[in-house]
């Protein structure tokens, strides 16, 4: 902090300045003025943070010095002045007080009360500084979060989070224009789902692609007023304002004209097309959570009327729907060429399983009716196995979490396509995993038993296995025929021990064998010496 000292006695002037350690408290000494006039000009170069100020001077007092700080605009809110009077008149005081002095010091106050009057005065600039800090940060997070606090409030708008008092009072505080008699109109904008032979997107170009749509919707010179922003899913999402004197059904048609102009824009723009669900008619402020709903399924109907389009809500009546009937032999055909994992039948009766539940599907619903069925029907198969949906399928798996991803019947075919391959692929994995688990078995069996006699036949009891495939499948992953692994691998250990110096009697007895002179024979057999003769050698 910076502290101007303006005295017109010399002495008490250059004591209050040099005599009193200011830097040993943090305060620097940029000035020392004899007059008001000689401060005003170094308080207009200097900028002090505290001002210590004599009331009686001549040329310019203290009193008059305010005030022409104050006329001249100078006086900051963030500088601190200290009166040092010989007059001890309550109308000095109060004069002085009401120009926004901090402090009233009576002549001859001491040093220690003069310092801790302008390191009080200190305290509360920090105070005050620290105070305008937090509120200039504040209000400069409300600017920049202003298009976040507005998206946030459509949001829970759309979700019913909000009454309508609650609507206008939060719309008026984010500066959005609504009125009570106003009724409203709700669109969602989605980019469509690429074909499988088309360019694959990644999450950012991907991200990239809605945000130009939604450059372009912000662009566009909506009628009605629109406000464009993007819901939980992503998609953008277009709120119309339409004022009471507006006619329905033209605001309705200009709106679709509008979406119908973006979606072109967008394909010309981005390559790639776009649809658009649009609620079934205006509603009121409160009304905003089913005119999302509707527009969210009006959207999904893209799945039987294509893309590249914009399609209104229509009500979808309980006698509309169909009970989804599939023959019984279809289904297990399927069933049976996963099982043994056939992936030229399973392709087939796939093939026969989707038409039976696909081609009738008339609207949305019920074709998410027939993705329920074939995905309960995978469920099923691959949890009676002990398995998991995420293992078996991988990242295809958030389609059986959510079929509103499946938003096209081709997307729906290559989904179904893949969840086969995926089941005919991890079935043949498992089944050579638990061959190679049961070799993993035998040679961990052999490792902790070595000490013990171990043929075929008890290897095969104590895995539960038949000893006919067990002796296939070793041979088969290891190369070598069990009982030839087996010996090999105790004239090794037996080597070893020998070597390290153990009796023969004992290496016998750590390889398994109790009769000494079989061992004996058995290792000289194989190595072509006498055990004997490798006793305490090393290499």
Known sequence: MNLMIVEDEPRLRHALGFNIPWDQHGIEMVGLASNGLEALRLIELKKPDIILVDLQMPGMDGLTMLKELRDRHEMSKLMKFIILSGHDSFEFAQIALKQGVFRYLLKPAGEEEILEAVLEARRQLHSELEQWRRNAALEMQWENNLPHLQNLFFLQWVNGKHTSEEILSKSKELHIQLHGEDRIAVAVVDLDPLLEDEHHLEKEELGMLKFTM????????????????????????LIFVVSSDQEPKEALL??????????????????????????????????????????????????????????????????????????????????????????????????????????????????????????????????????????????????????????????????????????????????????????????????????????????????????????????????????????????????????????????????????????????????????????????
């Open 254 to 539: 200009r709106i679709n004209a509008d979406l119908s102009k973006l979606l072109s824009q967008s394909k010309e723009v981005l390559q790639i097309t776009a649809s658009a669900g649009i609620c079934a008619s205006l509603g009121a402020l409160e009304d905003m959570n089913v005119l999302y709903e509707q527009a969210c399924l009006a959207l999904q109907e893209r799945i039987v009327y294509g893309h590249n389009i914009v399609i209104s809500y229509r009500d979808l009546h309980k006698e509309d729907a169909q009970i989804i009937v599939v023959k019984q032999h279809v289904e297990k055909e399927l069933e049976i060429a996963l099982e043994t994992a056939d992936e030229i039948k399973a392709m087939v009766a796939l093939r026969g399983l989707w038409e039976e539940t696909f081609s009738q599907t008339e609207c949305s619903y019920m074709f998410q009716e027939a993705v329920l069925f074939m995905n309960s029907f995978f469920t099923r198969l691959i949890q009676k196995r002990g398995w998991t949906i995420k293992q078996v399928i991988g990242e295809d798996a958030k389609f059986f979490q959510n079929v509103n991803l499946l938003t096209t019947k081709t997307q729906t075919w290559s989904f179904m396509v893949r969840t086969v391959k995926h089941i005919v692929t991890y079935m043949e994995e498992q089944r050579k995993t638990s061959s190679n688990q049961v070799v993993k078995d035998i040679i961990n069996l052999l490792n902790e038993e070595m000490d013990q006699e171990l043929t075929l036949h008890t290897v095969a009891d104590r895995l539960y296995i038949n000893s006919s495939y067990l002796s296939r499948l070793f041979k088969q992953e290891m190369g070598v025929a069990f009982s030839n692994y087996v010996l090999e691998r105790k004239m090794e250990r037996a080597k070893s021990l020998l070597q390290e110096g153990h009796k023969v009697y004992d290496a016998a007895r750590l390889v398994g064998y109790r009769d000494v002179s079989y061992f004996t024979k058995v290792f000289r057999k194989y190595w072509g010496v006498n055990p004997g003769e490798f006793k305490g050698q090393s290499g």
């Open 214 to 237: 939604q450059c372009l919707a912000l662009e566009l010179p909506w009628s009605p007023p629109c406000w464009v922003t993007s819901d939980s899913d992503q998609k953008l999402l």
